[in-house]
């Protein structure tokens, strides 16, 4: 018998034992779960990146001032990068807003708005995050869930053996096949989580980077415009 083809594969399925078909739908589930993460992910990374992009292009050509960027945080407020700048540019509002004298304004004002870039970045990463985590279990676990299905399978076909007392080829083989689907679908799930675990971790990475570059961006369009503060206060 092919193995190689659907149709036998279906039949070395169908006619597995139950712990067998257990382990294979679970597999399937799995991978099913895995490839609609992968997918996913391909498409919100791929947004992300063009944002930022966008966004950095806006901070370098067209914003000239701390209106403008609030023009922009609102057309860009369901990005994740304006999401980001928008936190500390509250922060800016509440210290603006603040009776302080300026002197105080102004030494408090760096560290409060890096802090809350460090907030931003921490909420939007953790949202890019979600579900990532999940390709790792995959990857991880899958290939042992195979491999419990391939033991066990294994056990039966030599129960089987032992009831007919023959152990020809014949009688071993089928049983065998039956058993090592579950280790060739363990792995089948298991190589691509891996691979898309290891693409999503450096994706993160590099929008994180992204992001520190625009919260840069940020700070410097607000010290090249603190003769806005100096302007609210009379002086």
């Known amino acids: 018998m092919d193995i190689f083809t659907s149709n036998a594969a279906l ?5 597995s034992t139950l712990a067998v078909k257990i382990v294979l739908i679970l597999l399937v589930l799995m991978s099913i779960f895995s490839w609609s993460i992968i997918f996913n992910k391909l498409y ?3 947004i992300t990146k063009r944002d930022n992009k966008n966004f950095a292009r806006y901070f370098e050509d067209e914003i000239v001032g701390l209106k403008g960027l609030e023009v922009k ?3 860009y407020r369901k990005k994740a990068c304006a999401r980001v700048i ?3 540019f509250k922060e800016l509002k509440r210290i603006e807003q603040t009776s302080l004298p300026l002197n105080l304004k102004l030494k408090i004002l760096e560290e409060n708005l890096k802090r809350a870039l460090i907030n931003g970045r921490q909420i939007e990463l953790s949202n890019l995050k979600k579900t990532i985590p999940f390709l790792a279990t995959c990857s ?3 290939p042992f869930i195979g491999l419990f299905g391939t033991v066990w399978g294994i056990m039966h076909s030599f129960h089987s053996i032992g009831l007919q007392k023959s152990a020809s080829l014949a009688t071993v083989a089928p049983g065998i096949s039956e058993a090592l689907i579950a280790t060739a679908i363990g792995l089948a799930v298991a190589i691509p989580a891996t691979m898309a675990y290891n693409y999503f971790l450096t994706k993160l990475q590099d929008v994180d980077k992204d992001f520190d570059i625009l919260g840069n961006m940020f700070l410097n369009l607000v010290q090249r415009n603190l003769i806005f503060f100096k302007e609210k206060e009379g002086e």
Do not use: D, H, M
């Not at 039949?11 to 006619?15: E, M, P, Q, S, Y």
């Open 73 to 75: 945080l609102n057309a």
């Open 86 to 88: 928008y936190v500390a």
């Open 44 to 46: 919100i990374f791929f």
């Open 11 to 15: 039949t070395l399925v169908a006619n």
């Open 140 to 142: 991880n676990a899958a």
